[in-house]
């Protein structure tokens, strides 16, 4: 393998690309390389199976911020999307933090610009920001407290009833939380494209067919989505609602990589992907599905892509992580 061309590559396309044996094991070529760089890899469940299955800890957004801020690893490899890599330099400054694809972006992140953003909050300097961590360090910089879909309704419940909020940059997830507290938190207008396209109608139709399943969704889903939910919750959430409840089948609203651990943890269990609005009747995030075991191998081999950050942005961007931190530790919300 040739380092100077993966680094030409990385500058033209944002991951590595270089050719190397297909016959490797993968497997136990990224366990020895993890053991020799006291390297650990971080994983949504959103990522490919093999990913998942190599993973030192897979969860959502609350318990990679909550993994990654006490990790003793000197790398962290992360296997999700961009803003969740910056969480983790933001938490871990003398850490090296990897992403085996940059190009691995989010679209709800997206929605918000952190300079439109700012003109936004401007003109409401009485209310308190809050920012569903799914948002750039720039957007973390302009809030109070950072949420994340697992700890959203206890942090907006903490806080005085008169207090008044914008949330960004989901206003799916915002509405729900409004609808759940009576709270009127004003809204940014973001959203995420694969929990936006989920078809009420294709779902209400699969529902029909299979009346034995409970439909469970991820609180970005849009409204009419939620209304007919039998559990509404982050992705720990429905992880756990489905172990705990008696149905045998779920008709799962959310992104499709989360079946795979379900089927692991529950083997016994039947899971239906939700159909989404689309010719493919697919509910990838192609962000997400960016990152391969392939790549993740390059990434730790070459110790490329890296984060890096302008310090007084990390330094802006951390405090409402820590405020996020310390509330779901007193709260007793652990991911």
């Known amino acids: 393998m040739d380092i100077s061309l993966a680094k030409q590559n990385l500058e033209k396309n944002g991951y590595l690309n270089v050719d190397f044996d297909p016959s490797l094991d993968l497997f136990a070529e990224i366990d020895k390389l993890k053991k020799e760089k006291n390297a650990v890899i971080l994983a949504h469940y959103y990522q490919e199976p093999d990913i998942q299955d190599i993973a030192d800890y897979i969860g959502d957004s609350l318990g990679l911020a909550q993994n990654a801020a006490r990790t ?34 989010c679209s709800l992140s997206d929605s918000c610009p952190p300079g439109l953003f700012k ?6 300097p009485d209310h308190l920001v809050i920012s569903y961590i799914n948002c750039s360090a720039g957007i973390k910089a302009l809030s109070d407290i950072i949420c994340t879909s697992s700890n959203a309704q206890a942090i907006v419940e903490s806080l005085p009833a008169d207090q008044k909020i914008i949330f960004a940059p989901d206003k799916n997830l915002g509405g729900y939380i409004n609808k759940v507290t009576g709270r009127n938190m004003l809204l940014w207008n973001g959203a995420c494209m694969v929990h936006e396209i989920f078809s009420l109608e294709k779902i209400t139709r699969l529902k029909v067919r299979h009346p034995e399943a409970k439909l469970i969704a991820h609180p970005e889903c849009e409204d009419a989505v939620l209304q007919i939910a039998d559990f509404i919750g982050s992705t720990t959430q429905l992880l756990k609602y489905t172990k705990e409840d008696s149905a045998s089948s779920f008709i799962v609203a959310t992104e499709s990589g989360i079946l795979h651990t379900m089927r692991l943890n529950m083997p016994g269990k039947t899971f239906i992907a939700a159909p989404p609005d689309n010719a493919c009747a697919c509910n990838d995030c192609p962000h997400m599905k960016l990152n391969t075991l392939e790549k993740l191998y390059l990434c730790l081999k070459f110790e490329l892509p890296e984060i890096t950050m302008d310090e007084d942005l990390r330094l802006a961007a951390k405090k409402p992580i820590d405020r996020m931190l310390q509330l779901s530790e007193q709260l007793g919300i652990g991911g």
Do not use: Q, S, W, Y
């Open 119 to 124: 003109t936004f909050k401007d003109k409401h």
């Open 72 to 105: 003793e690893a000197d790398i962290i490899v992360f296997a999700g999307v961009h803003f969740m890599a910056e969480t983790a330099k933001i938490l871990n400054p003398g850490k090296k933090v990897l992403l085996p694809d940059l190009r691995a972006g």
